[in-house]
């Protein structure tokens, strides 16, 4: 599985921002995407998710601010920013997880910039 990411960038506190990941290669074995974030001097830590029935969990820290999606036909997971604030600033990384598998697939990561 190969995982693209896209769509990081430099926005001011309170603007919205959309991230894409698009998957290929193996997708079937595929069980649930996820955006994971890395700011400077903290730990990776999940921010969104979404299985393969539709069903999502966010972090508490986004949760009401960002929206996780996928497009099926484009083999495709965005996560959509509302409200950025200049603490949700990280690199943003996707993930696939084939769970039968037990493996995690990862892409490139994205940086995303809150400041005025």
């Given amino acids: 599985v190969q995982l693209q990411a896209s769509g990081g960038g430099l926005v001011q506190p309170g603007w919205s921002l959309r991230l894409s990941c698009a998957a290929s290669g193996s997708i079937f074995s ?7 974030r890395q700011a400077p ?13 539709g069903s999502t969990h966010y972090a508490d820290s986004v949760k009401g601010r960002f929206i996780i999606s996928r497009d099926n036909a484009r083999n495709t997971v965005y996560l959509r920013m509302n409200s950025l604030k200049p603490e949700d600033t990280a690199v943003y990384h996707c993930n696939a997880a084939a769970w039968g598998a037990g493996k995690n697939y990862w892409g490139q990561g994205t940086l995303v910039t809150v400041s005025s």
Avoid: D, F, P
């Fill in 30 to 36: 595929i069980n649930a995407m996820a955006w994971y």
């Fill in 41 to 53: 001097g903290k730990q990776r830590e999940l921010v969104a998710m979404i299985s393969n029935m």
